[in-house]
């Protein structure tokens, strides 16, 4: 059956607005878009909750960042290429190494308040990484601090308009473009917005795996739409499990960032024993995929646990969120071990742009998780997300300035209602439905994988698709876009006969000797060197 499930079946007359700039997701990469996109005309930014509800409010360790020179921006590019596994494209590395302290510069001036100690910036040093060079903010809260001080720099913008709980559901074409997108309303309501230019900065998709980090809204919707729309998806066997989520039945998969390994903790066995001397070299600062496999081969013997009982800093102060989080379950990292285990945390593969965000279909533009320009190749080093979403939020903008006087005005081209359905609520079905996806996702898809257990998901997902949600409500839309997601994570990973990066096949451990792309358009997978 085909991956992209149309959705509609009854038509609706749904109420026309016009902007010059659509800008669907309200994180880094959105609002560093939009603020650069006011300069030349209106901007609507949507998001599907509150503004301040995204992956990049809940980044925690800092963002990666080479302020001391060019030595330290070469090393920062070096440490991108190695973590990336062969992959990396070579050219937006560059960008995002050397563009990155003049944004970072950019976010200081606008108010964000990184951490400091006698009035000079903290750096400190996460997995993979040759030097300090991790800002951070309120300890253990950088997403926050970056998210407010950009929302309260994009509110102070005139031409920027800010819809909460809008979800967007397809995007509209005609005349072969894109040409806005059809948004759900908080009531129900459907609303077409006619764009000169549309940016996709809709996130991850951590949601597809029953053990995540990432909170509610990433369920991949971006990526599902341009899917659908027949853009080109590259690299989504590539999900970056991030080694050490809380791990105690009952509790949320709670992040215990990389930061409290840079600051000098350890991962133990059941036995008490220190592990990672078998495994790399780099020991608990070794890049996450080997982190994470380490991890779940232990954890085969028992529990796994951070050990931060030798540090003799105040860890309280350090990482407060962390410290609040574990009072809960009554832990305390300078007294206690604390019990980890792998989650799904950022998917380096997505819609696949140049470095200027500019999709396989003229219109449409993509920035931050949901695109994928190859940056992070195979995987991706710590922290250099959020800078990915600054760096390449500001260059997709700049594109779609350029670009759009270049397109035929939207006015002149007819777009046809594109989206219908049943308004029908939500159900316990549908939440059976998805923990059904996810649950086998985990177990078949995720960080160890072989051909049977790929299989395997292929026929679940084949069964999910005869009882697929069908309603035009957000909970149906993301029911179906995760499996949209879950296809192309399947159908990549089942046809990458390699391990490399993030990505493990137990029954193949080696390299490739070509490193290759996957790409993903109109249900049908090849593989290329570039991108
Ligand atoms: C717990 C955690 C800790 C992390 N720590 C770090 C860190 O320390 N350093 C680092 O560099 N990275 C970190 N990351 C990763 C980083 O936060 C993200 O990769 C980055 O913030 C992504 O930014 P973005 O703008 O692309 O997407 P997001 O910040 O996820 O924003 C996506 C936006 O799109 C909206 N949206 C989604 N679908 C729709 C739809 N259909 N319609 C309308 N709106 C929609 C969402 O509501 C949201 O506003 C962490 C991630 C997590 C989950």
């Not at 930061?259 to 600062?285: S, T």
């Not at 980890?340 to 449409?364: C, K, S, W």
């Amino acid at each position: 059956m085909p991956i992209a499930e149309a959705s509609p079946d009854h038509a609706t007359d749904p109420a026309s607005q016009q902007v010059d700039f659509l800008v669907i997701g309200a994180g880094i990469a959105g609002l560093s878009a939009a603020i650069r996109l006011a300069g030349a005309g209106s901007v609507l930014v949507v998001t599907k909750e509150e503004l301040a509800e995204s992956n990049t409010a809940y980044a925690q360790g800092g963002i990666a960042v080479a302020l001391g020179g060019e030595e330290d921006v070469a090393l920062h590019y070096e440490d991108t290429l190695a973590a990336g596994d062969g992959l990396v494209n070579r050219e937006a590395a560059h960008i995002l190494v050397e563009q990155g302290p003049k944004r970072v510069e950019e976010l200081l001036r606008w108010g964000t308040a990184f951490d400091r100690e006698h009035g000079e910036l903290m750096l400190t040093r996460e997995g993979a990484h040759s030097r300090s060079r991790i800002l951070h903010a309120n300890g253990d809260a950088t997403g926050r601090e970056i998210a407010v001080s950009l929302l309260r720099h994009v509110r102070a913008i005139p031409n920027i308009r800010l819809m909460e709980w809008t979800t967007g559901v397809d995007l509209l074409q005609a005349s072969g473009r894109v040409a806005g997108a059809t948004l759900l309303d908080g009531e129900g309501g459907i609303l077409n917005i006619h764009a000169r230019a549309t940016l996709l900065a809709s996130g991850g998709a951590g949601q597809v795996y029953s053990d995540t980090t990432n909170p509610a809204v990433a369920t991949g919707d971006g990526i599902a739409m341009a899917y659908r729309a027949g853009a080109a998806i590259s690299d989504m066997e590539f999900y970056q499990f991030h080694p050490t989520a809380f791990s105690q039945s009952g509790a949320p998969r709670f992040l215990m960032s990389e930061a409290l390994r840079g600051e000098g903790a350890y991962l133990v066995n059941a036995k008490g024993e220190r592990f990672m001397q078998r495994y790399h070299p780099l020991l608990e600062l070794a890049p996450r995929d080997v982190v994470a496999r380490a991890i779940t081969m232990e954890s085969l013997d028992g529990p796994v646990y951070l050990d931060m009982r030798h540090v003799t800093k105040d860890l309280h102060a350090r990482f407060p969120g962390i410290s609040h989080f574990l009072a809960k379950y009554r832990l305390e990292l300078n007294r206690d071990l604390i019990p980890v285990r792998p989650a799904a945390h950022y998917l380096m593969g997505g819609i696949l742009t140049d470095v200027h965000g500019r999709t396989t279909l003229p219109g449409l533009y993509a920035a931050g998780e949901a695109a994928c320009t190859g940056v992070h190749g195979a995987n991706r080093l710590a922290s250099n997300s959020l800078l990915e979403g600054l760096v390449f939020g500001a260059f997709a903008a700049d594109a779609m300035v350029s670009d759009s006087s270049r397109l035929p005005s939207v006015e002149q081209t007819p777009v046809p209602p594109q989206v219908s359905g049943e308004g029908s609520t939500l159900d316990a079905n549908t939440e059976r439905w998805i923990e059904d996806l996810r649950t086998n996702m985990w177990k078949h898809s995720g960080l160890l994988r072989d051909a049977s257990g790929l299989e395997t998901m292929q026929r679940a997902l084949a069964s999910l698709a005869d009882t697929m949600p069908r309603g035009l409500n957000r909970r149906a839309i993301e029911a179906r876009n995760l499996h949209t997601i879950a296809s192309i994570i399947t159908a990549s990973a089942l046809g990458r006969h390699e391990s490399r990066g993030a990505h493990f096949r137990n029954d193949y451990p080696q390299h490739d000797s070509e490193a290759r792309h996957s790409i993903m358009q109109r249900d049908e997978l090849r593989f290329q060197s570039r991108i």
